[in-house]
């Protein structure tokens, strides 16, 4: 008989300051790995207005940061509205290593 995880999941973090957020535009916390390309990015804004889930916010001058990582839903709507390729989600390994902060 499969085993049900009844274990609370985690909270999103919040938008203010919360160190498992990388402010530079990448980071590892939730099932996705979200990164963007800063050399790439034109500001646009356009995968912060596309994402369903507000994972991605403007910071003051339009660049995107991942805010609510543990949010994505890996929809990929992000990339796909991209002109300049300068965002990549993709799923990470389930490796049931705990160890990852
Ligand atoms: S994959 Fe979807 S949910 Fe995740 S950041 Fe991109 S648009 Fe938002
Ligand atoms: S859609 Fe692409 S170019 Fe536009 S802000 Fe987002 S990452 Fe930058």
Do not use: Y
Not at 19 to 44: H, M
Not at 50 to 76: D, H, M, N, W, Y
Not at 84 to 89: G, P
Request: hydrophobic content about 35%; some cysteine; glycine content about 6%.
């Amino acid at each position: 008989m499969a085993k049900v995880n009844t274990a609370k999941e985690p909270e999103a973090p919040s938008r203010e300051a919360d160190p498992t957020v990388e402010r530079k535009g990448s980071s590892r916390a939730g099932k996705q790995q979200i990164s963007i390309f800063d050399a790439w990015c034109k500001q646009c804004g356009l995968c912060v207005d596309f994402c369903p889930k507000g994972v991605l916010t403007k910071r003051a001058l339009g660049s995107p940061q991942v805010s609510l990582p543990e949010q994505c839903i890996g929809c990929l709507l992000c990339v796909l509205h991209c002109p300049d390729f300068a965002i990549s989600v993709t799923a990470k390994e389930e490796t049931g290593d705990k160890s990852e902060v």
